[in-house]
């Protein structure tokens, strides 16, 4: 089975920017949507991106679109989070999920596959 590993968190002042990575171990990420979600103190884990196997489809929460682009890159088994004018409330633990089959879901429990998570702080 693939196991995410993501990178790239870090500690970053509102307005600035980030770029999460996650990459295949063991497996590839071949046929599998990916996507990232998040996890704030004393919340749930919630939907922040996601991108087909094919075409590249993709779909944002409402809280980052505009903000946030999601990536892929097949050949090297990695899918990016670009994160753009960061806000305080984006501060969450992101984790980079994969699901065995093509096509995007928002949903959390479609996802088979999970990475350990990455820290984002935005500070004020």
């Known amino acids: 089975q693939v196991q995410p590993v993501e990178s790239g968190g870090g500690l970053v002042q509102a307005g600035g920017s980030l770029r999460l990575s996650c990459a295949a171990s063991?497996?590839?990420?071949?046929?599998?949507?990916l996507g990232w979600f998040r996890q704030a103190p004393g919340k749930e884990r919630e939907f922040v991106a996601a991108?087909?196997?094919?075409?590249?489809?993709?779909r944002y929460a409402a809280s980052v679109t505009g903000r946030f682009t999601i990536s892929r890159d097949n050949a090297q088994n990695t899918v990016y989070l670009q994160m753009n004018s960061l806000k305080p409330e984006d501060t969450a633990v992101y984790y980079c999920?994969?699901?065995?089959?093509?096509?995007?879901?928002?949903?959390?429990?479609?996802?088979?596959?999970w990475g350990q998570g990455t820290q984002v702080t935005v500070s004020s």
């Open positions: 991108i087909s196997w094919i075409g590249g489809r993709t």
């Open positions: 063991g497996r590839t990420f071949s046929n599998c949507a």
């Open positions: 999920a994969a699901k065995r089959t093509a096509a995007w879901s928002t949903t959390l429990d479609e996802y088979d596959f």
